[in-house]
């Protein structure tokens, strides 16, 4: 593993548990970013990415491993309580164009905790202060879903052709937010995720080829999120 990697994946995890810390702490006496039960949302990023393949046949070729560079990309999701799904696009580039795009299918719960005296949003409603969410915050995220890796454009309508990586994801995300106003926000976001994928697409013959490694994804991701419904 490149020391570079290697060094920022120990940085990160220790960031994790650091902020998982805070956030237990908190929850209890801080309040609630929102007192929102369902929200729908979508994010506008740009950031780094870079992996390597774990272990595997085939780990030499890994999806991280070719799509570590420059990475933008969107997502939208929904929030019920503390559990969001969320669908995730990313494009990656490097020196000689596309290095190929990867779309996520995810679930899990997620924490956020606001810190500072300053709000946003608030309303006054029969002499009460309601709806008022704290300008800053951080986030603590656990996910798990279904990813597709290609190494090209992809041209719709996407088919098995076109993807060289499948297989599931589990990632680890922490984060720190400002918001503008009540809808829209900005977000540091730091994912490491983990993969058991395969080569060669949706049909591939595990008996009959190697096809299948780990690997290991870590990103900085700045976004831009706007809330649509809730």
């Given at each position: 593993m490149?020391?570079?990697?290697?060094?920022?994946?120990?940085?990160?995890?220790?960031?994790?548990?650091?902020?998982?810390?805070?956030?237990?702490?908190?929850?209890?006496?801080?309040?609630?970013?929102?007192?929102?039960?369902?929200?729908t949302?979508?994010?506008?990023?740009?950031?780094y990415?870079g992996?390597?393949?774990?272990?595997?046949?085939?780990?030499?070729?890994?999806?991280?491993a070719?799509?570590?560079?420059?990475?933008?990309g969107a997502?939208?999701?929904?929030?019920?309580?503390l559990?969001?799904?969320?669908?995730?696009?990313?494009?990656?580039?490097?020196?000689?164009?596309?290095l190929?795009?990867?779309?996520?299918?995810m679930a899990?719960?997620?924490?956020?905790?606001?810190?500072?005296?300053?709000?946003?949003?608030?309303?006054?409603?029969?002499?009460?202060?309601?709806?008022?969410?704290?300008?800053y915050?951080?986030?603590?995220?656990?996910?798990?879903?279904y990813g597709?890796?290609?190494?090209?454009?992809?041209?719709?309508p996407?088919?098995?052709?076109?993807?060289?990586?499948?297989g599931?994801?589990?990632?680890a995300?922490?984060?720190?937010g400002f918001?503008?106003?009540?809808?829209?926000?900005?977000?540091?976001?730091?994912?490491?995720?983990?993969?058991?994928?395969f080569k060669?697409?949706?049909?591939?013959?595990?008996?009959?080829?190697?096809?299948?490694?780990?690997?290991?994804?870590?990103?900085?991701?700045?976004g831009?999120?706007m809330?649509?419904g809730f």
């Amino acid at each position: 593993m490149p020391l570079w990697y290697s060094g920022a994946v120990k940085v990160t995890t220790k960031a994790l548990v650091g902020f998982a810390a805070f956030a237990l702490a908190g929850v209890s006496s801080t309040e609630r970013a929102a007192a929102d039960v369902f929200e729908t949302s979508a994010q506008l990023q740009t950031g780094y990415s870079g992996g390597q393949g774990l272990s595997g046949e085939v780990q030499d070729s890994a999806f991280a491993a070719g799509a570590t560079g420059y990475t933008y990309g969107a997502r939208a999701g929904f929030r019920i309580a503390l559990f969001e799904g969320w669908i995730e696009h990313n494009q990656f580039l490097g020196g000689d164009g596309l290095l190929g795009t990867w779309t996520q299918f995810m679930a899990g719960p997620r924490v956020e905790v606001g810190f500072g005296g300053a709000r946003v949003g608030a309303k006054l409603e029969g002499g009460e202060i309601v709806g008022a969410y704290p300008r800053y915050f951080g986030t603590l995220g656990v996910g798990v879903g279904y990813g597709i890796g290609t190494g090209q454009q992809v041209e719709p309508p996407r088919s098995n052709t076109q993807a060289t990586d499948t297989g599931v994801v589990a990632q680890a995300r922490a984060g720190l937010g400002f918001r503008i106003d009540e809808m829209y926000s900005l977000r540091l976001t730091v994912p490491i995720e983990g993969g058991y994928l395969f080569k060669g697409g949706d049909g591939h013959d595990a008996s009959e080829q190697d096809s299948d490694y780990r690997s290991v994804r870590a990103a900085a991701l700045l976004g831009f999120r706007m809330r649509l419904g809730f």
